[in-house]
C-alpha cells in the first residue's frame, strides 16, 4: 500500500489493494468446489487463491464498498447457496451492484487492444463512470439510464438449443469473468461471479433486458420469467468455449491431483455445487463430456 488519491472520492491517501471482483466471491468458489481448490481458465495448471486487486480506494471507499459486499454475501449469496430462492434487498444491493460495475469499467476499459468503441460509446462510457462514481458518493439518488440488470443463474436440464457447449452448466454456475461486452449499437460492464451476473448498462442496445433491473430502495429476486438480450447466448458460447479449451490443456500431472483430491473426500465432492454442475451437463451431453484424453506431463504446482 502507497499514498495516491483514491479513484472514488480523489482523497490523497493511504491507497488500500482493492479488489476488483469482491474476494468473497472466490472464498464461495471454493468452499463449494468438489476439490476445494478453484483454478482460472487462463492459467489451469494453477490453483487461484483470490482475485485480481489494484490500490484504488482510501480506507473510508474500501469500507463502504465491504458494506455493500457483506449485505449481498450475507442476504443474496447465501441464502441462494443454501436452497433459499426468494430474498428481499434494500437500497444496498443497487450500491453493490454499481460498486461492481464501476470497478469493472475502471479495470476493462482500455485493457483489451483489439476492442473498438464508437464515437458516441467513448462518451458514454465516460458518463457512466463519472455517474456511477457520483451514485457511490452520495451526490445522485439513482444511477438514471446507467441503471443495473442484475441474473441469476440455475442449472439446465433440459434445452432446445442444439449447439450449446457441453460445459454450460459449469460455466452458468460456477465461471468467473469481467468484461465489456455489446456491439456497435449496444454497450456493457459485465461481471459474471458464480451463478451471479451483473450488467451495467452504459448503452442499451434494441434487445432489451426485462425482469431483471435493480430498483433503487427495495425488491425482491424469486424465480421467475425474464427476457435477456439475444447477444447473451453468444457471449456464453464464446466464453464457454475459451474455458473448455483451456481446461483442455491441463497437464495430466495436474489433472491427476484433482482426481485425487476428489477421491480423498467424497462426501465433500457429492455436496458441491460444481458437481451438481457437471451431472448436469453430463445429463444433457452424455457422460463423455467430462472425460479427457491423456495428453502430457509436466511439474507445475
Known sequence: MGQGECLLCGAVAVLQDSHVLPAFVFRALKEHSATGHIRSSESPNR???????QPWLCVGCESSFSRWERDFSNNILRPWRDGVVETAYDDWLLKFCVSVSWRVLKYCKGRNESASYTDTQEKLFVDAERVW?????????????????????DLIDE???????????????????MD??????????WAKMGRFQIF?????????FE????HVKHGVLRPGRFVVPAGLLDLYKEKSAHISEAMAGMSDVQFAKVDAALRSNLERASDSGQLAAMRADAALFGEGVLLRRKRRTDSTE
Open 200 to 208: 451495467g448498462v452504459v448503452q442499451p442496445g434494441r434487445d432489451k
Open 133 to 153: 462514481r457520483e451514485f457511490l458518493l452520495g451526490l445522485r439518488s439513482h444511477p438514471g439510464e446507467f441503471c443495473q440488470q442484475f441474473l441469476i443463474s
Open 159 to 177: 434445452t432446445t438449443i442444439s449447439d450449446l457447449p457441453s460445459n454450460i452448466n459449469r460455466f452458468l454456475m460456477g465461471a468467473v469473468s
Open 47 to 53: 490453483r487461484v487463491q483470490d482475485g485480481v486487486t
Open 180 to 189: 465489456i461486452v455489446g456491439s456497435e449499437r449496444s454497450a456493457f460492464t
Open 211 to 214: 425482469g431483471t433491473k435493480v
